[in-house]
């Protein structure tokens, strides 16, 4: 299996609000900066979906705030695959400053090409397998 | 029972993205902005609650996109109170356009004064009042 | 000379920073919304332009920071043209909260049509003269 | 002379806008980006300069955007002193991908303590001194 990297957002001065913390809002951001580096990881970035015509729109995110976090915190994410299932996958985050946990979030996802859902285990196979590694490693629900 | 009015986000054009779509962590700005509105109306603003020392710091929070929305598209806001226990309350939002439901959420919230968690029905009960008619009115689950 | 109302950007939480005041990075996009909207109301509105194939890229900014502002202050935004000349112009933008004022700055544009500059007078002559009787009712620089 | 490293900031995503460039506003934040890292690498970063009570606002910005940015182009941001006196400071930027110039860009900053004005050159002598330097070095216009 390969060997993924966690992500490492430090929060910006721009990224705190009033409360003197980061505003919750810039979390699901992270979570964009994440996933955008995990696929990268994986072989499958930006451009390589862009090339075979595959945008990956966000269907639902869940946040969780366990611990504010604040500027210049350095938050590490680590992500994995919650669930796969023919034409939706979901990833978990968990996030960390210094050990702790800071805040756990979802995100699910579809996969479409031209507008329309299509099956990744038939498009992109490789990829599939891949992410379906990441999800029994992880023990997470298999399709 | 108070009449509340919905609240209206017009999407800013800053606000979309390459998709040529709102960018989906915005929808979790125009959560904030439309429940300080709510609050507002029901007398219970940003300024009273910190004159009474209280800050309402956001729990968690859940997102379900159904349909993309473009600039400038005016996103109208409805809340309502889908729980409120003791220390506890969570907001369900639905927001629509042309009467379409583009998407829907959920935050929850606790309430703290000088960083402690204090139950509202004691501290604010004539708040607490609004907000328990708002769940009953709404069928939602009651403490 | 047609009547223009000014603009009103009423100051999210989410624009603040952890010195309690919005974040400087905001008036910038204040002025887009002023922008939009005072283009809007001259009938050249986004729809408009962009049915006409022509964008209008901002080509430099400059912002003065008089005072701070603050949630959840309503900043009135004056817009006037600064400068028109034959394939560039500059919007002058007056913020004031109260009648002070607390921020005053300029926006510098050219017009495309398919990533080519376009002479507006050609082009759009009806929205060229509205914007020279702009530049001379405000005593600017006028082409 | 001390040795400085350029800061890099990667666009993101939602840095993007519907013209799927980097929306001109998210500039003024890399600005406040290299900032911050630029005075962390002097010794002098934001946690130094809380211990002493000194805080530095932005009085005034300038942009000048010279090319379009995308997603996820890697933008390398270099400071210099353009005007050091005794109450205030000016930093100009250049902003370059691919060794071409895509943005500059200035800030204006003065010191306060307690809400007021001080002298760099007295209160914080060697940070003063440090940006003299790179004042000089760059042939900028010095007090």
Redesign the interface.
Known sequence: MMEIKPYVHTV???E??????T????Y??FM??AR?DLMEQMGYG?EKMEAEGI?S?????????RK?T???DQIVITLHVEELTRLKMRFGYTMTVGGTVVCTATSQHCFLRGGRPIALEEELPEFYGLLKEMTRANGAIDN
Chains 1, 2, 3, 4 share one sequence.
């Open positions: 910006h001065y721009y705190t609000d009033k409360m003197q913390i505003h919750h809002s810039n699901i951001r964009e900066e955008i930006f945008v729109p966000v269907m639902s995110v869940t946040c969780n705030y504010p604040a500027f210049p």
